[in-house]
Structure formats: structure tokens, C-alpha cells
């Protein structure tokens, strides 16, 4: 069945990052240098055909969307400069603005100056909301959650997380039904649900399998901790580190073994946990911003708003956080570190709702289409 081409849905591609493929020729290059191209999982070259006669849904619906991480091979090898490599990078933005069932993702991609306004709006009412809860600076202790109590911050983080994960849940939903209508498996056979979650969360997700072996094939880096596999490994783990640190400690909270709080020793298990996690990530987004300003690779060289944003909300949250935690150790309590709580719970809120809209988004989206994609029936 013939395809009549679009040319509207490149123009509307191009509105989230420097898109172009008009001097793409098909001539398979990019998918022939690509180290996670195979004859079944053919990229980046069926995602430009699709996009170049405007086939939506047929883009929307392909697990290859969420297998690139951007090495740049295809990129650097280009014989027309279409910069395939962006290309990937804008079609998943555009997705996740697709899958959003708010439209505020397409307002976050689009427009930097309703980004600014967005963060900057949502900063006052966070520190607003925060601030009136406010009690006294303790001049004699260090009282943070006597300051802003720590019912209210656990109270407004629960109601922010079931929103935010509810909204998280219909993109996903929406992925799912796009990527199930390509994949087309028997019905009832029986699935490989826990092979498939094993690949996909532990080898690929926590081990970055692929990106690891393959992608970094190409790299001309020699030193293992300047890989961009392990920088992007470094914010992941640290990230969900200090995320389980965190539950951790309120469920000692709820348990009424830890109030919150209360000075422990840096050795004790949940703070540890919190402080090695928080060294790891702040590893990897300094790597990553480093990265960025001096355009080292070829990802780096078309940052967008969206990536800086991402990146420099988690070098704050982590910058506050460590300052919070030198403060906690400190012979005396100083009013700076109010303020930076203050500070920090803003941070970190933002970064939360910004989940299911930002480039934040891609790690779940990715996890789950590759999860979907590799449920296969179980031979008998």
C-alpha cells in the first residue's frame, strides 16, 4: 500500500531539536555503522523513512526509538550531514510530548521562554507553600524539621508522587498500546514476564549492557570513569541510591525507629547509603555538564534547554543536599542552612513533576517499551 508523504510532520519534528533529515537519501549508512542494528532491529534509517512521509504512528509505535543512546557513530559517518544521531534524539522528545496525556511536555520541548516561566512560577509557589509552614531558627540546636516540619514534607512529596506517578502511568499506558499494535504476540501462549524483567531492569537497565559492550565500541576514550556508559550509569545508580535512602528513612520514620531528624553518625546504614549514593550521581552530572560545555562528543554538541535543565536541577538538588549534611555535623547551627533546606525541598519537588514531562521521562519510557519488546512466548 503506497504512503503519501507529509512534509508537515518533519516541520513538526523540527520543533524539538536540530532535525535534518531532507538531506537524508536513504542510503544505509547510519543503520550499517550502527553497533545495535540487526536485521530485525533495523535503525536509525527506518525511523528517518517514516518521518520523512510522515508515518506517526508507525514511529510512535517502534521499540528502536527507545534501543538508540545516542553514541553519535551515525552522526560522524553521515555522507549528507542529516545528523541522524539528533534526529533519534528529537523523535523520542516528541514522543514523550505524544504520550503526555497534559500536553505540558510540548510546551517544556517547545518553548524555552515557557520553561523559564514554568520553573521560575512553580519555584514561588513551591518556596511559598513551604515558607508558611515555617517555625523558628533554632540558635542553640540544629532543628531542620522543626523549621519546616517534616509531616508537611512527607505529606506534599506523597500527594506529589501520586500525581505525578498517575500521569506517568496514562504516558505509559499510551506507549504501550502504540508499541503493542506492531508487536503482535499468540494469544495465550505464555510469556517470559520475569526473563523479560531480568533483561531488561538488570542487565540492560542496571548494567547497561548494550551501551556498555556495544555503543562504547567506538569510543576513543581510554579511562573507564570518563566513558559516557558510566557517567550515564552514575547518575542512574546515584540517583535511585539516594531515592532508596530516602524511603528507607521514612519507613524507620513511620516505624518510630529514627524520627526524622535525628543526628546519626555518617556510618549509619541509611545515611551512608544516602552520602555514597549522593558522590555517585554528583560524579556523573559534573561529568555530564563538563561534557556539555566543551562539546566533547557528538551528543554534547546539540544540547538543548531541556537537557541543561535536567542537569543542572540534579547538580542543585545534589549541591543542597551535601550542604544540608556538612551542616548536620557542623559544632553549631547557622542560618544559611535553613535557607538551604528550603532550597532543597524546592529543587527536588521540581525535579519530581517535572518526571513524566522532561528528558527525565526517557528513563521510564525507555525501560518499559524495551521490557514490552523483549516478552516473548515460552517454548514448550
Known amino acids: 500500500m503506497s504512503q503519501r508523504a507529509d512534509p508537515r510532520f518533519v516541520s513538526e519534528l523540527k520543533k524539538y531539536g536540530m532535525v535534518n533529515i531532507e538531506s537524508c537519501f536513504n542510503c544505509g549508512n547510519c543503520t550499517a555503522v550502527c553497533p545495535l542494528s540487526t536485521e530485525e532491529d533495523n535503525f536509525p534509517r527506518r525511523m528517518i523513512r517514516y518521518s520523512q512521509i510522515g508515518m506517526e504512528e508507525k514511529l510512535l509505535s517502534s521499540k528502536e526509538l527507545w534501543m538508540c543512546y545516542y553514541c553519535g557513530e551515525c552522526t560522524i559517518t553521515c555522507p549528507r550531514q542529516a545528523d541522524p544521531g539528533e534526529f533519534m534524539a528529537a523523535a523520542r522528545r516528541y514522543a514523550i510530548a505524544k504520550y503526555d496525556p497534559l500536553g505540558l511536555a510540548k510546551l517544556l520541548y517547545t518553548s524555552s521562554n515557557f520553561t523559564v516561566l514554568f520553573l521560575v512560577v512553580l519555584a514561588a509557589v513551591l518556596g511559598i507553600f513551604f515558607y508558611s509552614f515555617h517555625g523558628p531558627m533554632q540558635s542553640d540546636t540544629f532543628r531542620l524539621f522543626e523549621f519546616i516540619p ?19 502511568l496514562a504516558g505509559m499506558v499510551n506507549m504501550i498500546i502504540h508499541i503493542r499494535k506492531e508487536k503482535k504476540l499468540p494469544k495465550g501462549a505464555r510469556l517470559n514476564w520475569f526473563g523479560a524483567m531480568w533483561d531488561t531492569i538488570v542487565v540492560e537497565g542496571l548494567g547497561q549492557s548494550r551501551y556498555r559492550k556495544d555503543c562504547e565500541a567506538y569510543s576513543k576514550e581510554q579511562h573507564w570513569y570518563k566513558k559516557r556508559w558510566f557517567i550515564h550509569a552514575a547518575i542512574m545508580w546515584g540517583f535511585l541510591g539516594l531515592f532508596l535512602a530516602t524511603v528507607l528513612d521514612y519507613f524507620l520514620y513511620l516505624l518510630e525507629i529514627k524520627p526524622i531528624g535525628t543526628w546519626v553518625p555518617i556510618w549509619y546504614p541509611v545515611r551512608l547509603l544516602g552520602t555514597l549514593a549522593g558522590v555517585v550521581m554528583m560524579y556523573g552530572v559534573s561529568a555530564a555538564i563538563i561534557h556539555r560545555l566543551k562539546k566533547a562528543d557528538e551528543p554534547s554538541k546539540n544540547s538543548t534547554p531541556s537537557d541543561w535543565i535536567f542537569l543542572i536541577l540534579l547538580w542543585l538538588g545534589g549541591l543542597t543536599g551535601f550542604a544540608l549534611e556538612i551542616a548536620l555535623y557542623l559544632p553549631q547551627p547557622y542560618a544559611w542552612s535553613y535557607w538551604m533546606l528550603l532550597i532543597h525541598l524546592i529543587v527536588v519537588v521540581e525535579l519530581l513533576v517535572l518526571l513524566p514531562f522532561s528528558k527525565f521521562a526517557h528513563v521510564v519510557y525507555r525501560t518499559v517499551a524495551l521490557y514490552v519488546c523483549a516478552l516473548k512466548p515460552l517454548s514448550k
Do not use: P, Q, W, Y
Open 150 to 168: 517534616a509531616e508537611v514534607i512527607h505529606d506534599s512529596g506523597v500527594i506529589a508522587g501520586i500525581i505525578i506517578v498517575l500521569v506517568a
